[in-house]
């Protein structure tokens, strides 16, 4: 489990296919602090580290993650955000994030408001626009943040200038495709009501 504050940037080494897997290698100062079967959030997406060598570790996403986020669409020299699962004893400085990417949004526009930033992204499946709820959280790209607003399947949040030095949203450009997790009560309540508040077929 992650809470979506970054803690440290990667860099994409090397990307090895292997059958519909991809082995990502990736350069960071975490590395030293890793350890093989430990999972790291990049992009939002949990992996397991499974080999170290110095400052650079390899994780494997299966065809099944390379489908639901934009790691299909990484390449080398890349920068990712990283973060470290929680321990029990930590502080839940953003919000609760699984690790598992429900959908990716393209990045439609970006506005220096002399002090921050409004990214507005469009979701991919407009279905999913119920689970994002102004002033709520959302992850992007493995990040904690609130919605500003929200308009049929356009969402947009303010990224402050920590934020914005301090993780990739600095190289997102319009067309950029970031990872969504939306937030796990929202999920929860949302299959609690279609799943007894529907209405009930005739037999």
């Known amino acids: 489990m992650f809470t979506g504050i970054i803690e440290q940037q990667g860099k994409i080494e090397k990307i090895e296919s292997e059958g519909t897997n991809q082995h990502f290698w990736i350069s960071s100062p975490l590395a030293e602090n890793l350890k093989v079967d430990q999972s790291v959030a990049h992009n939002g997406v ?15 996403a299966i065809q099944e993650t390379l489908h639901r986020s934009n790691l299909n669409h990484i390449t ?28 990716t949004a393209i990045c439609k526009s970006i506005k220096n408001q002399n002090g921050s930033w409004l990214f507005s992204f469009r979701i991919n499946n ?16 493995g990040i904690s943040l609130t919605v500003a607003d929200i308009k049929d399947n356009i969402f947009s949040v303010a990224i402050i200038p920590y934020t914005f030095e301090h993780t990739n949203f600095k190289y997102l450009h319009e067309s950029s495709i970031v990872n969504i997790e939306y937030d796990i009560v929202g999920k929860y309540i949302s299959k609690i009501m279609h799943t007894y508040f529907q209405p009930k077929q005739n037999v």
């Open 126 to 141: 407009q279905e999913n626009t119920s689970l994002i709820v102004e002033k709520g959280s959302i992850c992007v790209n």
């Open 46 to 60: 949990c992996l397991t580290v499974v080999e170290i060598i110095g400052n650079t570790y390899r994780v494997t």
């Open 76 to 103: 080398e020299n890349d920068i990712i955000n990283l973060e470290r699962c929680t321990p029990a004893y930590g502080r839940f400085d953003g919000h609760i994030v699984q690790g598992h990417v429900d959908d």
